[in-house]
């Protein structure tokens, strides 16, 4: 099973985390829909960088 999970805060702030794994076009889906989210907020902060930081942490195996 893929399991997202999505925590506001009172102020806006938004957590959004996916986990699992399933041989299904849905988490194909999700993954497809999270992966190009980040890649264009990776173009937008190239073309704004005054304005977006993007941050991207490898998880050490």
Do not use: W
């Amino acid at each position: 099973m893929t399991e997202v999970k999505v925590t506001v805060g009172q102020d806006g702030y938004m957590r959004i985390e996916a986990e699992g794994h399933t041989k299904s076009v849905v988490c194909a889906s999700v993954s497809t829909l999270l992966q190009s989210s980040v890649r264009f907020l990776q173009e937008l902060s190239d073309q704004y960088p005054e304005d977006l930081q993007v941050t991207i942490e490898e998880q050490g195996n």
